[in-house]
């Protein structure tokens, strides 16, 4: 049998294949390469700016679990692609905002993100919009969310999250990330300081 060597582009393809494939629940444990980051629209610029300024007053915890957020699935690590950090979900939220008896609103996520810092802080880092997709498509004939012009990234079911199929999406409005302010993972997102429990 002739063998003979990858090519670079054949190379690239399978290394994507195979991080698509590995385990979700292994821990991340190198970053992958930025790809340059591509400006943004007016209409996401203006989505950024009203995630930081209706989630500003979370960067105090505290206040995020005062109006119904609580931590939900740990610290979320990738196989290679960095994490997406502690998830703190308002559950009523999700169900009213999935079921559309809520709008869809921007300055309402149903999820605000947090990275563990050394010291045993949580740093704000984003903010995630979720609804339960059977519940949404229902009540919107089928149609996927999208928020000011920004389509959600489906999930389906069986996950790692132990939730029905699902659409989310994440908007990295305190951390810039280099692969785009609305792609799932986040390349310098670390849960290497999570103990376990919030603080």
């Known amino acids: 049998m002739k063998t003979g060597r990858f090519r670079p582009l054949q190379h690239s393809i399978i290394a994507a294949v195979l991080a698509i494939a590995a385990p ?11 790809a340059p980051a591509q400006p943004l629209s007016a209409a996401q610029g203006a989505l950024l700016n009203v995630v930081r300024d209706s ?5 105090d915890v505290s206040i995020a679990e005062a109006e119904g957020y609580a931590l939900q699935f740990g610290c979320v690590s ?16 999700v169900a009213s905002t999935s079921s559309g008896a809520s709008p869809l609103d921007a300055r309402r996520p149903q999820i605000v993100i947090y990275e563990p810092t050394p010291g045993g802080r ?20 089928g149609s996927p969310p999208e928020l000011m012009g920004q389509l959600f990234h489906y999930f389906e079911t069986p996950n790692r999250f132990g939730l ?18 609305f792609v799932n993972w986040h390349p310098n ?11």
């Open 55 to 59: 989630t500003a007053r979370f960067k």
């Open 164 to 181: 029905p199929a699902f659409y989310t999406l994440h908007v990295w409005a305190w951390k810039d990330n280099p692969n785009g302010a």
């Open 24 to 34: 979700w629940g292994v821990q991340a444990q190198q970053a992958l390469v930025a």
């Open 78 to 93: 990738g196989p290679d692609s960095g994490a997406m950090g502690l998830h703190f979900v308002n559950l009523p939220l």
């Open 122 to 141: 949580l740093h704000l880092i984003g903010a995630d919009y979720l609804v339960l997709a059977d519940a949404w498509n229902q009540a919107h004939g």
């Open 189 to 199: 997102v670390s849960c290497t300081a999570f103990a376990g429990q919030a603080p």
